[in-house]
């Protein structure tokens, strides 16, 4: 069997990007079945993080070669740290896609040392860049200007003062050691899910998968031209 690199079917019922195969011996393209259960969605969850957090090692990279470029905006400076702590933090939110989420107790366990740092980062996403909350990344207030001269005493305008976190180059070094972690302890949990993984499919009998299975229609196949897996 060989994965054809240049094309993937979106499944529409199942709402899936799914890699085309095509078996070797024939050169026919690979029936699949949509493995479901809680195992199975647990390790599909645990693949997707892997794939968020390679995600975020990209963009924190990128950033620290192209930080002291004055040719490139901050604003596209900005965007690269803020969506890396966003597909970041996805990991440890729960939801109704992935079902599972990462538990801060025991991916930091034999972490202590960037248990804080991580703390910050998801309060970071919570307060400022998912909520409008109160904290140390942005604030906000209209202030009265007023005439200095007291004998005269007047509201000149009222003006709009702020703050909002722009960059945290500081800690470039940090979210890369902790994006790095983290991506290393899911790593874990997919080696220890993959014989429960293996043992479940095959208590699933072959003729349910193949009358259950799905063949690509290649009328419906996208070119793979972006990485939508």
Same mark, same amino acid.
């Given at each position: 069997?060989?994965?054809?690199?240049?094309?993937?079917?979106?499944?529409?019922?199942?709402?899936?990007?799914?890699?085309?195969?095509?078996?070797?011996?024939?050169?026919?393209?690979?029936?699949?079945?949509?493995?479901?259960?809680?195992?199975?969605?647990?390790?599909?969850?645990?693949?997707?993080?892997?794939?968020?957090?390679?995600?975020?090692?990209?963009?924190?990279?990128?950033?620290?070669?192209?930080?002291?470029?004055?040719?490139?905006?901050?604003?596209?400076?900005?965007?690269?740290?803020?969506?890396?702590?966003?597909?970041?933090?996805?990991?440890?939110?729960?939801?109704?896609?992935?079902?599972?989420?990462?538990?801060?107790?025991?991916?930091?366990?034999?972490?202590?040392?960037?248990?804080?740092?991580?703390?910050?980062?998801?309060?970071?996403?919570?307060?400022?860049?998912?909520?409008?909350? %109160?904290? +140390?990344? =942005?604030?906000?207030? $209209?202030?009265?200007?007023?005439?200095?001269?007291?004998? #005269?005493?007047?509201?000149?305008?009222?003006?709009?003062?702020?703050?909002?976190?722009?960059?945290?180059?500081?800690?470039?070094?940090?979210?890369?050691?902790?994006? %790095?972690? +983290?991506? =290393?302890?899911?790593? $874990?949990?997919?080696?220890?899910?993959?014989?429960?993984? #293996?043992?479940?499919?095959?208590?699933?009998?072959?003729?349910?998968?193949?009358?259950?299975?799905?063949?690509?229609?290649?009328?419906?196949?996208?070119?793979?031209?972006?990485?939508?897996?």
């Amino acid at each position: 069997m060989k994965k054809e690199n240049s094309f993937i079917y979106y499944d529409e019922e199942e709402q899936l990007f799914v890699g085309v195969y095509v078996y070797k011996n024939s050169g026919e393209y690979c029936p699949y079945y949509i493995l479901k259960g809680g195992v199975f969605k647990q390790a599909a969850a645990y693949i997707s993080m892997k794939k968020d957090l390679m995600d975020c090692l990209q963009s924190i990279v990128y950033l620290e070669q192209i930080n002291d470029n004055p040719s490139i905006p901050q604003i596209v400076k900005s965007s690269l740290l803020f969506a890396s702590i966003v597909k970041y933090a996805k990991c440890f939110t729960t939801g109704e896609g992935r079902g599972t989420s990462l538990n801060e107790s025991h991916i930091f366990k034999e972490a202590s040392h960037l248990l804080s740092f991580h703390q910050e980062t998801m309060e970071l996403r919570h307060k400022y860049l998912a909520h409008a909350g %109160n904290s +140390v990344h =942005e604030s906000r207030a $209209l202030i009265a200007l007023l005439n200095p001269d007291e004998m #005269n005493k007047s509201r000149e305008s009222i003006q709009y003062g702020g703050f909002r976190l722009k960059d945290d180059d500081s800690n470039i070094d940090n979210y890369k050691k902790l994006y %790095n972690w +983290v991506q =290393e302890q899911i790593d $874990l949990k997919l080696d220890n899910l993959k014989p429960i993984v #293996n043992q479940r499919a095959d208590e699933i009998p072959i003729e349910e998968m193949y009358l259950n299975a799905k063949i690509p229609d290649p009328e419906k196949f996208l070119p793979f031209t972006v990485n939508l897996m």
